[in-house]
């Protein structure tokens, strides 16, 4: 199968809980930044997948699945594992718990967002690649420069030299590193997500007068992003998606 024969998928199709991870609407703070990531995620997963199917995937920390419409052409079995009480995960874990599957029983692990989150994250990889078959794949983004939030459960950022070395030291090959965002638009990133929490803090007047600043936001985010060199993304950026190979 080639990357051009890749189940078609479509975010679009998706329940509205979802959209509003991945394509938040131009009113929403994080609607640019958010919506290069899906598009980088729909990219990357067929570039590496293309040739592959009847997968067995463990999205790790899954939240809401983001991403599962867009391999569920080439997967026979998608499982979602995240901690507390998540409707949307088939395994509920506690703070700490390991994994409950056998040494190389999946084929992908997907972790979108999460190591950021992570206080112990030498064990979350190493369960990451005790879980994947030899040759298995890792697809990780998360955050090089970014705001504090998520408290109090928002623990790491990384450059992207750190990111390919924790990789490494867990067993991976790093075969791509994928820069959302670069470093021209970021400082416009982390002024908007401040002006929304503002507006959100003084309640519906606040988030009325945001909107058009949001919108805004959104232009100055793009023109900046696409100014920003592709030599400096790779080393500067809000966000990293890794895929490692294990080895």
């Given at each position: 199968?080639?990357?051009l024969?890749?189940?078609?998928?479509n975010?679009?199709?998706q329940?509205?809980?979802?959209?509003?991870?991945?394509?938040?609407?131009?009113?929403?703070?994080y609607s640019?930044v958010s919506n290069?990531?899906?598009?980088?995620?729909e990219?990357?997963?067929?570039?590496?997948?293309?040739?592959?199917?009847?997968?067995?995937?463990?999205?790790?920390?899954?939240?809401?699945?983001?991403?599962r419409?867009v391999?569920?052409?080439?997967?026979?079995?998608?499982?979602?594992?995240?901690?507390?009480?998540?409707a949307?995960?088939?395994?509920?874990?506690?703070?700490?718990?390991?994994?409950?599957?056998?040494?190389?029983?999946?084929?992908?692990?997907?972790s979108?967002?999460?190591?950021?989150?992570?206080e112990?994250?030498?064990?979350?990889?190493?369960?990451?690649?005790?879980?994947?078959?030899?040759?298995?794949?890792?697809?990780l983004?998360?955050h090089?420069?970014?705001q504090f939030h998520a408290?109090?459960?928002?623990?790491n950022?990384w450059?992207?030299l750190g990111?390919?070395?924790?990789?490494t030291?867990?067993g991976?090959?790093?075969?791509?590193?994928?820069?959302?965002?670069?470093?021209?638009?970021?400082?416009?990133?982390?002024r908007?997500a401040?002006?929304?929490s503002?507006?959100n803090?003084?309640?519906?007047v606040?988030?009325?007068?945001?909107?058009?600043?949001?919108?805004?936001?959104?232009?100055?985010?793009?023109?900046?992003?696409?100014?920003t060199?592709?030599?400096?993304?790779e080393?500067d950026s809000?966000?990293?998606?890794?895929?490692?190979?294990?080895?």
């Open positions: 199968m080639s990357k024969n890749f189940p078609l998928f975010y679009k199709d329940p509205d809980y979802v959209r509003e991870i991945i394509s938040p609407p131009l009113t929403n703070a640019y290069r990531l899906r598009e980088t995620y990219s990357v997963l067929p570039k590496y997948l293309a040739a592959m199917k009847d997968l067995r995937i463990l999205d790790y920390g899954c939240g809401v699945k983001p991403y419409y391999v569920e052409g080439v997967c026979r079995e998608y499982i979602g594992a995240d901690i507390g009480e998540n949307n995960a088939e395994i509920q874990l506690q703070p700490g718990e390991l994994l409950p599957f056998e040494d190389e029983s999946f084929d992908v692990v997907i979108s967002q999460v190591l950021e989150h992570v112990e994250f030498d064990k979350y990889l190493n369960e990451c690649n005790r879980v994947l078959r030899k040759g298995g794949l890792l697809f983004s998360t090089g420069t970014w408290a109090p459960y928002d623990f950022r450059t992207h990111l390919k070395s924790l990789l030291r867990h991976f090959e790093v075969i791509g590193c994928n820069p959302v965002l670069g470093q021209l638009a970021v400082p416009t990133q982390l908007l401040f002006f929304e503002f507006a803090s003084i309640g519906t606040g988030k009325i007068l945001f909107k058009p600043v949001a919108m805004l936001g959104q232009l100055k985010l793009m023109i900046e992003d696409k100014l060199p592709a030599r400096v993304k080393r809000a966000i990293f998606l890794l895929t490692g190979k294990k080895n």
